[in-house]
């Protein structure tokens, strides 16, 4: 990593590092928030709550999935070709904690991403609001 007046360059082996504790932290997040719902597999339950394994959704959609991750969603999803309607809930975490739960679903269960959700692009992402 290379810092020069708060500017922060991360070196290909540093990406690979931040990536691999990004997905540790990840892990934990997802054990105490999401295993409820997505099952520790990552296969969800059919009709009730999308896989995360293997899930076309989450990397044609990034955008749409953080902001599920960081704000909640409801309504209609299609995931691996099954149509979901349910509601998830705002879990509260901070937008380093959606960063980390990001990085590790896009890199388990047969799903691999080669560009790392950071903080910073979580922190961009803005809730819609409906008038």
């Not at 290909?12 to 990536?19: P, V």
């Not at 932290?25 to 394994?53: D, K, S, W």
């Not at 990001?102 to 910073?120: H, I, Q």
Request: hydrophobic share 30%.
């Amino acid at each position: 990593m290379i810092s020069y007046l708060g500017w922060t360059a991360y070196t290909f082996g540093d990406q690979d590092e931040a990536l691999k504790a990004s997905i540790k932290r990840g892990q934990e997040i997802y054990q105490e928030y999401c295993i409820t719902c997505h099952m520790a597999n990552g296969e969800g339950v059919e009709g009730t709550f999308p896989p995360l394994a293997k899930a076309d959704y989450l990397l044609k959609n990034r955008t749409e999935s953080i902001k599920a991750i960081k704000y909640g969603m409801s309504g209609e999803i299609k995931v691996n070709g099954k149509t979901y309607n349910n509601t998830m809930s705002n879990l509260g975490l901070y937008d380093d904690e959606v960063a980390d739960v990001m990085n590790y679903v896009l890199n388990n269960w047969g799903n691999k991403s080669k560009k790392m959700v950071t903080e910073e692009e979580v922190k961009s992402i803005k809730e819609e609001k409906n008038s």
